[in-house]
């Protein structure tokens, strides 16, 4: 490997922003990431439709001040703006009924409600969701969807911070496509592990 002054591990959005830092400031880099594809969670995949599908995170949150929100508009990407309410919601195959839809409305109320009660920022938002109804609809959206973690994973300080991340958009390309165009021109460098087979 070259002489460098930095050495980058993952080839994800945060790896390709340092990489691409160290471009501007003429500092000498290497990227190194061990999958064969750069973007680490922002993955667009294309069907046998041709239509692109975010496998991991799909969200350009805060469009009003995040960075690839200009990045998108300049490369021509679709972006739609959707708000925090449910338009939709199925069970395996089946729509949910508009009873059910009024119970995971009544669950979110319940959720948004022991949240502005509650004042210890480091619990997890786990201990909340136990006590809602709807449980799993409630978790999936406030943790996987939502913030690409599982809920037992997200802090109450967390989740009360997203409200502010509004305006938030998806777009039709794809996430991860916009990364990976926007990471194209870094150099990064396949890593792989040893397995250390045969050794003593």
């Known amino acids: 490997m070259m002489d460098v002054?930095?050495?980058?591990?993952?080839a994800g959005c945060a790896g390709l922003a340092a990489a691409r830092r160290l471009r501007a400031e003429r500092r000498r880099f290497a990227v190194v990431e061990a999958m064969n594809r750069i973007g680490g969670r922002a993955w667009t995949m294309t069907t046998d439709s041709g239509v692109p599908f975010d496998i991991g995170c799909a969200w350009v949150h805060a469009a009003g001040r995040n960075p690839f929100c200009p990045e998108a508009q300049a490369a021509g990407w679709t972006l739609h703006h959707h708000d925090w309410?449910?338009?939709?919601?199925?069970?395996?195959?089946?729509?949910?009924?508009?009873?059910e839809m009024e119970r995971v409305a009544a669950a979110d109320a319940a959720l948004q409600a022991c949240l502005e009660a509650h004042e210890v920022p480091d619990d997890r938002l786990s201990?909340?969701?136990?006590?809602?109804?709807?449980?799993?609809?409630?978790?999936?959206?406030?943790?996987?969807?939502?913030f690409g973690a599982d809920h037992d994973e997200i802090s109450i300080a967390d989740h009360r911070a997203a409200a502010d991340l509004d305006?938030?958009?998806?777009?039709?390309?794809?996430?991860?496509?916009?990364?990976?165009?926007?990471?194209?021109d870094v150099p990064v460098a396949r890593f792989v592990a040893s397995s250390g087979a045969g050794r003593g």
């Not at 002054?5 to 993952?10: A, E, L, R, S």
């Not at 309410?85 to 009873?99: I, Q, S, V």
């Open 5 to 10: 002054d930095v050495v980058i591990v993952g």
């Open 167 to 184: 305006r938030n958009c998806f777009t039709k390309e794809g996430y991860g496509a916009l990364i990976h165009r926007w990471g194209a």
């Open 127 to 146: 201990d909340l969701i136990a006590d809602c109804h709807c449980l799993q609809a409630n978790s999936t959206f406030a943790g996987p969807m939502d």
């Open 85 to 99: 309410g449910l338009d939709h919601l199925w069970f395996a195959k089946r729509r949910a009924t508009p009873e």
